[in-house]
Nanobody, 123 residues
């Protein structure tokens, strides 16, 4: 099992910035990648960005432009730096970690989730 603990959310004025952190613990040696999703009001959860163990990044549509993902492997922590925040960035940001599990039918991805951290951007 893997535990994910997020921090860094809060109330920010539009145009400001913040950094979210996600610390992983437990059976982390099998993780392929970690990242962030978000759920804004009225929408489904969407990918912000992922980063692999060797630092390759993938940004979703929600994360293009103003978001930067990074990781510190020594601390088992992933960061999401967000700049020029907009009110529409308001939502719950979830840390995600993925590992590959194996079954009779073959390998499949398994996701772990943090409890989420609220980000509120005021206009």
């Amino acid at each position: 099992q893997v535990q994910l603990v997020e921090s860094g959310g809060g109330l920010v004025q539009a145009g400001g910035s913040l950094r979210l952190s996600c610390a992983a613990s437990g059976s982390i040696s099998n993780l392929n990648k970690m990242g962030w999703f978000r759920q804004v009001p009225g929408k489904q959860r969407e990918l912000v960005a992922h980063i692999t163990l060797d630092g390759r990044t993938n940004y979703g549509t929600a994360g293009e432009g103003r978001f930067t993902i990074s990781r510190d492997n020594d601390k088992n922590t992933v960061y999401l730096q967000v700049s020029y925040l907009k009110p529409e960035d308001t939502g719950v940001y979830y840390c995600n970690a993925q590992e590959t599990r194996r079954a009779n039918f073959g390998p499949y991805p398994y996701d772990y989730w943090g409890q989420g951290t609220q980000v509120t951007v005021s206009s």
